[in-house]
């Protein structure tokens, strides 16, 4: 089964509003986690990643949460704008592993004007 | 260099013919990803290439698949057979080993099989 999952299958909000993206996983030996958006039609893009030591990490209007007593993490959107409008799933990579992401099913985030 | 290149962007094939797809990765990038994505799903991982080497392979990568990445510059997927179920879309990320983790996906090649 999926290692990591989404609450929420579809988020809406208002322009100008913040927005949050809750994301669940269950593996332990998870070490590092990102976040993408991605456009229709276009592959995933790059927003913020944070290692297991971390809780908290910082971008550009975006803030990435990790809770990992209960193995959560949360992508954080500030002043949600219309270009902002996407799929975003987070991603895990396993300590040890080939470092390949494993992904959640996604989120669509709706801006509404 | 403008990025991870996918080719072709659309590729429409009858069940049962063959299919073969490319990748040129981030020139510097010795890591290349191969994955593939449903409709509303995430990326499933599938195979990656450290340099030439093809280090490890999904379940997911029945014997009909096959990739390769000969000089350790771009990949190729191949498909054999195709069937209604390997209708997705591919997506080829490429990264660095050591540092940073950070993937660069492409924009894949969208496959339909009718």
């Known amino acids: 089964g999926e290692s990591v999952g989404l609450h929420l299958p579809t988020l809406s909000v208002q322009e100008g509003d913040n927005s949050i993206i809750n994301c669940a996983y269950s593996n332990s030996a998870s070490d590092y986690f990102i976040w993408y958006k991605q456009e229709s039609g276009k592959g995933p893009q790059f927003i913020i990643d944070?290692?297991?030591?971390?809780d908290k990490r910082q971008g550009q209007r975006v803030t990435v949460l990790l809770n990992k007593t209960v193995k959560h993490l949360s992508l954080q959107i500030a002043a949600t704008q219309p270009g902002d409008s996407a799929v975003y799933f987070c991603?895990?990579?396993?300590?040890?592993?080939?470092?390949?992401?494993?992904f959640g099913s996604g989120t669509q985030l709706t801006v509404l004007p | 260099d403008t990025g991870v290149s996918q080719n072709p962007r659309h590729k429409i094939t009858k069940r049962g013919q063959n299919v073969t797809f490319r990748c040129d990765p981030i020139?510097?990038?010795?890591?290349l990803y191969w994955y593939r994505q449903t409709l509303g799903q995430g990326p499933e991982f599938l195979t990656y290439?450290?340099?030439?080497?093809?280090?490890?392979k999904s379940r997911l990568l029945s014997d009909r698949f096959s990739a390769e990445r000969p000089k350790g510059s771009f990949s190729t997927l191949e498909i054999q057979r195709t069937e209604q179920g390997d209708s997705a879309m591919y997506l080829c990320?490429?990264?660095?080993?050591?540092?940073?983790?950070?993937?660069?996906f492409g924009s894949g090649t969208r496959l339909t099989v009718v």
């Open positions: 944070i290692r297991s030591n971390m």
């Open positions: 020139s510097e990038h010795n890591r």
């Open positions: 991603a895990e990579i396993i300590s040890g592993s080939a470092r390949q992401l494993t």
């Open positions: 290439f450290q340099n030439e080497a093809q280090l490890e």
């Open positions: 990320a490429s990264s660095f080993t050591t540092g940073g983790y950070g993937y660069t």
